[in-house]
């Protein structure tokens, strides 16, 4: 039987989960599969009603899903009770997209005389793809596990899900899946709607069953690579939409560092020592300004940093791993610790740490993301120094600047400068903290994702959609959405974007 | 120094092109990095610009290009005349969607209050991913090469484009290349926008450069396969949009037989010796009902194979390949042929040929595509031994039924199982012949794409796009598209689309 730990004790019991055999694996894929079938004639609005189903679901059982998942990931109960909100919300906007119909790309070109002879009647627009493998991350007992974004985009889009627990939360995910499943089932969805295995065994089975059409996934950049291996061996290839690694580059201009110095500093720390630094997008690496202004920001830095308690990190292989990366950007990456909390304590503790560095001494080896409360604050003069130290480093998923109130040119010169592998661009804020909107994109370039598209937010639902054509169709083969009749939705008709009636 | 051959009489000549170096070749990407770099600043209006005068060019070298492409191809003047209006086409449409703004899928969120707290202000839109390599194909020597659809497309988003010339036709490469390159560079565009490289080795370099960020192919199957492996051993992976192989399954109704006997005959005869059968949109297994009606559709191809003279292909590797393809159909395939035309004459001919199989000896090995005018008509009695061969098959970027006047319901049910795998479904027509058009999808699961994108129509672009959102920035650091004051495109503003003032 597998495991499970409660990392703010330290005490691991036995479950009575056990790995998912293959034989299982492929039962659950063709499950997966029979259920995408059926669901084919549903309507949207049916869907919407699905997710919605699933977002009351989890509001009813909140209490046992918060107690649950607190006992395995020590987030606490307020950032888990936020967390759960998270979850249903991002259902809930996914069936408000659903019934809002953009997201299909309806597009009709009528038959006609064009520049190269007559054209046939053309409608397109986009379909869900089949059963899709969610990965669920560590650092998100709901909003990227089993009840997260992946598994409400995928099901928005009319796909099928299989989720592969993740070992650090298996009481969590199974309760999850539970909740989520009897949901499905209360609304009449069919069996194999969503599904659940256990077991590292098991997801690399899941990826390679010939019935899974795409991998969402979030989590470290070498489970990624060898989940894409496997990929890349099948017989016919899918699309792994993966959410890997990433630095997130934080700029302070000196005159952000003099007009804010005390409210950048509180928030700084709380940036970088969010769910104990275990966020995707925490700043990994803050450029800060030589004088006096920046050593102010610092001291307030090294002195909460100080101050501060042992801070509960997910499983001992985070810890470890962490034990080591900081041993590596102090070694070889040349940072020098400034500043470190306490680690004592019971569970499985990190110290917050401050790091620093001359932007002249930063090297490839100092820009490795150390997943956990620990910052490496670089000192600069010139813009220059930063571009360089920022060249060094992967690409991100954010980078941030804090600029003055009145500096345009040098703001456009950072953004410009960081804009381009990166998927946001934040402002005079943080970068942890992901609004799930419409205009939210959660990406950038390798390797911090894989992909052109998002996690988060309602363009996420693109991932898991396919385009289809039909030419000179008959109204009974078309969707509802392209027949001429339909009104309720945007379209785009011979060229030009057309509104509902 | 290379060589290139007139496929229509067999004579080869060496030109003055040679293997490009693997020096020259990352020199090259440089100068489309640095190009790349420098278009950033440019609007929509100057990029739908360069494509219109890139259109102009193209028609102002109209003789001197059909001449040179006739002979290295061999497809005639009045295909090659048509194929090079459809590239001038492409390149206009693309002008057209770059004013029209959509495809940049501008989204704003203003900052305000969520059922998850405060929400920063995010305004997320698409932008160019950088240099991209473009594979042209044999078989369009200008709407699928240098002059083609995939470079409009990476060009019309904002990136720079390195062409890899297909060895078929180097000559009418190199002219293609010299044509756009001169009226990118009168029209003020930087040196590197478009360049281009020669040679096998030098496609494997460029697919391996850093610079590169994404691949477009159209090409064999194996040829994609190669290339896959180079992306899979990159440091940072990269998009590879392929168009690699296509069997395009063609459905005759019985009721359709009996109705337009005479003229799905000729329709269907030819569609699949079009260009000497190399598209990848032929229809290369047909389904014929048993029957008097079906043996008299079968009769007409027959007889209009039998009378058709030697077709001229591209090149000998395809004649040679076709050679051994059709002995595998007929082999363990188990295909008879019913008819063949002539292969007599000078150059590299193949005799059109029409095979026949009973659905129920059809195999996985009958279902092998065959680059050349070549069909198999396999006879069927019930909907259920269609089926069980289009099972057999890989899935294609097209299918197309012929039906009756008055056959919904089995029309739905054939359209419902062949939907799931294609890209385009066709009624009552032939799948040859491409409408470059809004809804237009040219796509299809493995091994006809590897994509959820097109390689043909407006939504092209996409492909070589990527997104980036913007929290709580100020105006200057946002592209015109996103600042509050813009009211010339289609935006998605808290949720709702918002038409142009």
Known sequence: MLTTTDPATGTTQETDIRVTTAAETAAIAESAQRAFESLRGNSREWRAGLLEAMADGLEAHRAELVSVSNAETGLGEGRLNGELGRSQFQLRLFAEALRE?????????HAGDTPLGHGPDLRRMLFPIGPVAVFGSSNFPFAFSVAGGDTA??????NTVVLKAHSSHLLTSRLSFEVLHAAAAAFGAPEGTIGIIFGTDAGRVLVADPRIVAVGFTGSLGAGQALLEIINARDAPIPFFGELSSLNPLI?????????????AEGLFGSFTLGSGQFCTKPGVAFLPIGPTGDAILDDLSARTAAAGGMVLLNSRISSSLTSILGRITGEGGARVVAAGSDGGPGILAAPTLLEIDADEFTAATAEEAFGPVMVVVRFDTLDQIFRAVDLMPASLTATVHHGSNEP?????????????VGRLVFNGFPTGVRVSWAQHHGGNWPSTNSQHT??????IRRFLRPIAFQDAPDVVLPEELRESCTSIPRRIDGSLVLPA
Chains 1, 2 share one sequence.
Do not use: C, K
Not at 255 to 262: L, M, P
């Open 455 to 460: 996690s988060v937010g309602v363009s996420a």
């Open 101 to 109: 119909g953009s997201y299909l790309e309806a597009t009709i070109d």
């Open 252 to 264: 302070i201009t000196p005159a952000a560092a003099a007009e804010r110095t005390a409210a950048i």
């Open 153 to 158: 985009s995928a099901l928005a889009g009319g």
């Open 409 to 421: 040119e040098l703001v456009r010169q950072i953004s410009d400068r960081l804009a381009p592998t």
